[in-house]
């Protein structure tokens, strides 16, 4: 068989290329979801902050700082229930609740999934880049580490790819 440079070369460029073009399509995606939960969070958080039973200063300073994983530790903490409100308002009120937590852990999963599929890219796509010159003026195109070296970075490539398509799944399903 015979391999010339440029396979290698034209390769490792093309793994780079898509990579770093689906990743930026994944995070153009990823984070216009991160808004549209964000603003759901929001919502469920003012319904939340109306009806909670827990003290009104903290609650306002819960507010102002948006630190809703404070709301919902102080809000379980509190049982939950409102005694100035009537059973169904109680209901709603846990209901958005419920939503609120949802929409927490989903931001928080979302985001360190993203970060996971940066830090999995960036060495692939360096490694390709490196990978182009070492292969093209270092290596014969037949000598068995440069098929090795292709083929590693070809597989990394295809569980970036793989590591795309659940976060998408995940973003937009759940």
Not at 7 to 32: K, N, P, R
Not at 132 to 154: G, H, K, Q, R, V
Request: hydrophobic share 50%; with cysteine.
């Amino acid at each position: 068989m015979d391999i010339d440079h440029s396979v290698y070369f034209y390769t490792y460029s093309t793994i780079a290329q898509t990579l770093a073009g689906a990743f930026g399509f994944l995070v153009a995606a990823v984070v216009f979801r991160l808004q549209a939960i964000s603003s759901r969070v929001d919502l469920f958080a003012e319904q939340v902050l109306k009806g909670s039973p827990t003290e009104p200063s903290k609650l306002r300073e819960i507010h102002v700082t948006g630190d809703w994983n404070r709301l919902i530790s102080l809000h379980a903490g509190d049982n939950q229930l409102n005694p100035r409100l009537s059973r169904e308002q109680n209901e709603l009120m846990d209901l958005q609740f419920q939503q609120l937590r949802h929409g927490v852990l989903l931001l928080s999963r979302l985001k360190a999934a993203l970060f996971t599929s940066l830090y999995i890219t960036g060495p692939v796509i360096l490694f390709a880049i490196a990978a182009m010159p070492i292969s093209y003026f270092c290596l014969d195109p037949e000598n068995p580490l440069a098929l090795a070296m292709l083929t590693a970075c070809i597989l990394a490539a295809a569980y970036c790819l793989w590591n795309y398509f659940r976060l998408m799944l995940h973003a937009f399903i759940n």
